[in-house]
C-alpha cells in the first residue's frame, strides 16, 4: 500500500501544468476569468446545498450547466461525468446492496445482535457498532443503518434504555466502516479514482481498511466512555415497527387459520403475507370474496377477511368499508400487486420480508455473488466498474433482485450529484483554481511541512462535510488535494486517501448525511445533540488522516 513515488512525475507534471497554463500575460486573461467564473459557481452551489431548498441533484445538474453557459467547459465536459466510469461502479453497487439487504442477510446479521447481545448496553453498544461498519463496508453507510434501525430500536425498548443510547452509535459506527473497502462509499470510489488518473494506480479494495479498522476501534473506546454523558435520553417521536416475529402475531390475530394438524407457515424465505385494508370510495367496496379466492393477477390468495375484528370464516363475503384483507403469495407479486392505490397496506411486505423472514436459497446466492465482486475487486482482474456491473447483473439474473427492485434500489439523487459535480472537479483542474487554492493554502502553512499542510486541508475538508454532502466535499477538495501535492513536490496519495478518511467523519449535524437524518426521529434527537459525540469521534478521523496515512502512504 505504501509506494515509492517516481521523482521524474514532479517533472512531467510541472512541464504539464506550465503547457496547460501559460505564464505569459496575454495567454493568461481566458484562465483567469474561467478561474473566477468557476469560483462564482462553487460559491452559488455550496450556498444551494447549504439552504437544502433546492435538491442536491438538481444543484449538481445546475453546476455542470452553468459550467457549459459561461464556456468554462465545453459540451462533452460538461456531461463528461455521466460516463464516467465511478458512477457506474456506484450504481452497480446499490443494485447489489439491494440484494444483500432484500436476500435477508442484513436482517439475519440484526437477528444474530439480538441473540448475542444479552441485556447489557456497553456489550450491546459494541456489537452494534461493529456489526453496522461491517455492513457499511458491504452495502453502504445509509443502507446498513436503514437495516439495522427496527433491530436495534427493539433491542433498546427490550433493556428499558432510551434509543438514542445505540442509534447514535449506529450512524457513527456506519460512517466509520465505510473506510473499510473500496465499496464502503462514493468518495471511497472517487477517491481511488482521482489516484488512478494521476498516479496510475488506484487504491486497492482494502487499502481503506489501514484508516477504517483504527477509526472503529477509537470511536468504539471513544462512544464506550462518553455515551453516559454527553447522548441525551429523549422520548422519539417516531418508532418503527417490529416485525420479526410476524408470522406469531397473525396467527394470534388470525386464530381461524390454526387447524388442529399443524401451524400454517405463513411466510418463509420465497412467500410471505401482507395485511391490507378496504379504504372509503375504494374500487373494492361491494366486491365479492372469500377465504382461498385467488386474487384477479392470480399471484396472491386470501387466506381471511375481517370485520370490525371479528374473523370471516365461511361463505362469500361483500366487501365493505375497513375490511382487512389478509394476502399470501411470494415476495415480488406482493411489492408489485400492493401497490394499488385502492387498498392501504398495514405493513409493507418489504419490511416484513426483511425483518421476518428467514435465510433462503438467495441469501446463499447473494453472498457468493459478493465475495465474486470482492476477490475481483481486489485482485483487479477486472476494471472495477466492470466488476459492479458483473455482479449487479447476476444479482438480477439469479432472480435475487427483481428488474423492478433493481431500478428502485439505485439512489438516482447520489448519481446525479456525483455526475454533476464531477465537471466541477474538471473545471477547478483546468482552469488552475485548484493550483491558485494551493498555492495559497501553501503561502499560508505551507513553511512548517506537508503534514501542517495535509492537517489543514483535511480541516476545510471536515468543515465542508458538515456543510454539504461528503460526496460534493470529496469532488471539489480531491482536485485541491492533487494540486497541494504537486506544489509541494510530494505524493498525492496520502492527500487523496486523507481527504477520504475526513470526508466520511460528517457527524456534527442531522442533516450531514442520510444516515443521520435517518436516526433522528427514532432516537429523539434534536439538532444540537449531534455534536457533543461527534466532535471527540470526528478527532479520531482526524488524528488517523494526519498521523497514520502518511505512515502508510509516504509523501
Given at each position: 500500500?505504501?509506494?515509492?513515488?517516481?521523482?521524474?512525475?514532479?517533472?512531467?507534471?510541472?512541464?504539464?501544468?506550465r503547457?496547460e497554463?501559460?505564464?505569459?500575460?496575454?495567454?493568461?486573461v481566458?484562465?483567469?476569468?474561467d478561474s473566477?467564473l468557476?469560483?462564482?459557481?462553487?460559491?452559488?452551489?455550496?450556498?444551494?446545498?447549504v439552504?437544502?431548498?433546492?435538491?442536491?441533484?438538481l444543484?449538481?445538474?445546475?453546476?455542470?450547466?452553468?459550467?457549459?453557459?459561461?464556456?468554462?467547459?465545453?459540451?462533452?465536459?460538461?456531461?463528461?461525468?455521466?460516463?464516467?466510469?465511478?458512477?457506474?461502479?456506484?450504481?452497480?453497487?446499490?443494485?447489489?446492496?439491494?440484494?444483500?439487504?432484500?436476500?435477508?442477510?442484513?436482517?439475519w446479521?440484526?437477528?444474530q445482535?439480538?441473540?448475542?447481545?444479552?441485556?447489557?448496553?456497553?456489550?450491546?453498544?459494541?456489537?452494534?457498532?461493529?456489526?453496522?461498519?461491517?455492513?457499511?463496508?458491504?452495502?453502504?453507510?445509509?443502507?446498513?443503518?436503514?437495516?439495522?434501525?427496527?433491530?436495534?430500536?427493539?433491542?433498546?425498548?427490550?433493556?428499558?434504555?432510551?434509543?438514542?443510547?445505540?442509534?447514535?452509535?449506529?450512524?457513527?459506527?456506519?460512517?466509520?466502516?465505510?473506510?473499510?473497502?473500496?465499496?464502503?462509499?462514493p468518495?471511497n470510489?472517487?477517491?481511488s479514482?482521482y489516484a488512478?488518473t494521476?498516479?496510475?494506480?488506484?487504491?486497492?479494495?482494502?487499502?481503506?481498511?489501514?484508516a477504517?479498522?483504527?477509526?472503529?476501534?477509537?470511536?468504539?473506546?471513544?462512544?464506550?466512555?462518553?455515551?453516559?454523558?454527553?447522548?441525551?435520553?429523549?422520548?422519539?417521536?417516531?418508532m418503527?415497527?417490529?416485525?420479526?416475529?410476524?408470522?406469531?402475531?397473525?396467527?394470534?390475530?388470525?386464530?381461524g387459520?390454526?387447524?388442529?394438524?399443524?401451524?400454517?407457515?405463513?411466510?418463509?424465505?420465497?412467500?410471505?403475507?401482507?395485511?391490507?385494508?378496504?379504504?372509503?370510495?375504494?374500487?373494492?367496496v361491494?366486491?365479492?370474496v372469500?377465504?382461498?379466492?385467488?386474487?384477479?393477477s392470480?399471484?396472491?390468495?386470501?387466506l381471511?377477511?375481517?370485520?370490525?375484528?371479528?374473523h370471516?370464516e365461511?361463505?362469500?363475503?361483500?366487501?365493505?368499508?375497513?375490511?382487512?384483507?389478509?394476502l399470501?403469495?411470494?415476495?415480488?407479486?406482493?411489492?408489485?400487486?400492493?401497490?394499488?392505490?385502492?387498498?392501504?397496506?398495514?405493513?409493507?411486505?418489504?419490511a416484513?420480508r426483511r425483518?421476518?423472514?428467514?435465510?433462503?436459497?438467495?441469501?446463499?446466492?447473494?453472498?457468493?455473488?459478493?465475495?465474486?465482486?470482492v476477490?475481483?475487486?481486489a485482485?483487479?482482474?477486472?476494471?472495477p466498474?466492470?466488476?459492479?456491473?458483473?455482479?449487479a447483473?447476476a444479482?438480477?439474473?439469479?432472480?435475487?433482485?427483481?428488474?423492478?427492485?433493481?431500478?428502485?434500489?439505485?439512489?438516482?439523487?447520489?448519481?446525479?450529484?456525483?455526475?454533476?459535480?464531477?465537471?466541477?472537479?474538471?473545471?477547478?483542474?483546468?482552469?488552475?483554481?485548484?493550483?491558485?487554492?494551493?498555492n495559497?493554502?501553501?503561502?499560508?502553512?505551507?513553511?512548517?511541512?506537508?503534514?501542517?499542510?495535509?492537517?489543514?486541508?483535511?480541516?476545510?475538508?471536515?468543515?465542508?462535510?458538515?456543510?454539504?454532502?461528503n460526496?460534493?466535499?470529496?469532488?471539489?477538495?480531491?482536485?485541491?488535494?492533487?494540486?497541494?501535492?504537486?506544489?509541494?513536490?510530494?505524493?498525492?496519495?496520502?492527500?487523496?486517501?486523507?481527504?477520504?478518511?475526513?470526508?466520511?467523519?460528517?457527524?456534527?449535524?442531522?442533516?450531514?448525511?442520510?444516515?443521520?437524518?435517518?436516526?433522528?426521529?427514532?432516537a429523539?434527537?434534536?439538532?444540537?445533540?449531534?455534536?457533543?459525540?461527534?466532535?471527540?469521534?470526528?478527532?479520531?478521523?482526524?488524528?488517523?488522516?494526519?498521523?497514520?496515512?502518511?505512515l502508510?502512504?509516504?509523501?
Amino acid at each position: 500500500m505504501a509506494s515509492v513515488w517516481p521523482t521524474s512525475w514532479h517533472a512531467r507534471h510541472r512541464r504539464v501544468r506550465r503547457a496547460e497554463f501559460p505564464s505569459t500575460a496575454s495567454a493568461t486573461v481566458g484562465p483567469v476569468t474561467d478561474s473566477a467564473l468557476t469560483l462564482i459557481i462553487l460559491a452559488l452551489a455550496v450556498i444551494a446545498f447549504v439552504s437544502g431548498r433546492i435538491p442536491t441533484g438538481l444543484v449538481a445538474i445546475g453546476v455542470s450547466l452553468a459550467l457549459l453557459a459561461t464556456g468554462v467547459l465545453d459540451l462533452q465536459q460538461a456531461f463528461a461525468g455521466f460516463a464516467d466510469p465511478a458512477v457506474v461502479l456506484i450504481a452497480a453497487l446499490f443494485v447489489v446492496a439491494e440484494g444483500l439487504d432484500g436476500s435477508g442477510l442484513t436482517s439475519w446479521a440484526g437477528q444474530q445482535l439480538v441473540r448475542r447481545g444479552g441485556g447489557e448496553l456497553r456489550r450491546l453498544t459494541v456489537l452494534v457498532m461493529v456489526v453496522v461498519a461491517v455492513l457499511s463496508a458491504l452495502i453502504s453507510v445509509n443502507g446498513a443503518v436503514a437495516a439495522l434501525l427496527p433491530v436495534v430500536v427493539v433491542i433498546a425498548s427490550r433493556i428499558l434504555v432510551a434509543p438514542s443510547k445505540l442509534l447514535l452509535p449506529l450512524a457513527f459506527g456506519a460512517h466509520a466502516g465505510s473506510l473499510l473497502t473500496l465499496t464502503g462509499s462514493p468518495v471511497n470510489v472517487l477517491a481511488s479514482e482521482y489516484a488512478a488518473t494521476a498516479t496510475g494506480h488506484p487504491f486497492g479494495f482494502f487499502d481503506f481498511a489501514v484508516a477504517g479498522a483504527p477509526i472503529i476501534i477509537g470511536s468504539v473506546l471513544l462512544v464506550l466512555l462518553l455515551q453516559r454523558f454527553v447522548i441525551p435520553d429523549r422520548t422519539p417521536a417516531t418508532m418503527p415497527r417490529d416485525l420479526s416475529d410476524q408470522a406469531r402475531v397473525l396467527l394470534r390475530d388470525y386464530p381461524g387459520l390454526l387447524t388442529d394438524a399443524a401451524e400454517p407457515t405463513l411466510l418463509d424465505a420465497g412467500t410471505g403475507v401482507a395485511e391490507v385494508l378496504v379504504p372509503p370510495r375504494s374500487a373494492f367496496v361491494g366486491a365479492t370474496v372469500f377465504p382461498g379466492m385467488v386474487t384477479e393477477s392470480g399471484d396472491l390468495v386470501i387466506l381471511a377477511v375481517q370485520r370490525a375484528g371479528e374473523h370471516l370464516e365461511h361463505g362469500e363475503i361483500v366487501l365493505e368499508v375497513g375490511d382487512v384483507l389478509l394476502l399470501q403469495g411470494d415476495w415480488d407479486a406482493l411489492d408489485a400487486n400492493l401497490a394499488d392505490p385502492e387498498i392501504v397496506v398495514v405493513d409493507a411486505p418489504d419490511a416484513v420480508r426483511r425483518q421476518a423472514a428467514p435465510l433462503g436459497r438467495r441469501a446463499w446466492t447473494a453472498a457468493g455473488i459478493l465475495v465474486f465482486m470482492v476477490v475481483a475487486l481486489a485482485t483487479g482482474v477486472f476494471p472495477p466498474a466492470v466488476t459492479g456491473l458483473l455482479a449487479a447483473g447476476a444479482m438480477v439474473l439469479t432472480r435475487t433482485v427483481s428488474v423492478e427492485r433493481a431500478h428502485r434500489s439505485i439512489s438516482w439523487t447520489t448519481l446525479l450529484l456525483v455526475a454533476g459535480m464531477i465537471p466541477m472537479s474538471t473545471a477547478i483542474t483546468q482552469t488552475g483554481t485548484a493550483e491558485m487554492i494551493a498555492n495559497g493554502l501553501i503561502g499560508i502553512v505551507g513553511d512548517s511541512g506537508p503534514i501542517v499542510v495535509l492537517g489543514a486541508l483535511c480541516l476545510v475538508a471536515l468543515v465542508f462535510g458538515q456543510l454539504i454532502s461528503n460526496t460534493a466535499t470529496a469532488l471539489i477538495i480531491l482536485p485541491i488535494a492533487i494540486s497541494v501535492a504537486a506544489e509541494l513536490q510530494v505524493s498525492p496519495l496520502p492527500f487523496l486517501m486523507a481527504v477520504a478518511v475526513v470526508s466520511a467523519a460528517a457527524l456534527l449535524t442531522p442533516v450531514a448525511t442520510p444516515a443521520n437524518l435517518m436516526i433522528q426521529g427514532p432516537a429523539g434527537l434534536r439538532f444540537g445533540d449531534y455534536w457533543k459525540l461527534g466532535l471527540p469521534v470526528m478527532a479520531v478521523f482526524l488524528a488517523v488522516a494526519v498521523g497514520i496515512v502518511p505512515l502508510v502512504w509516504r509523501f
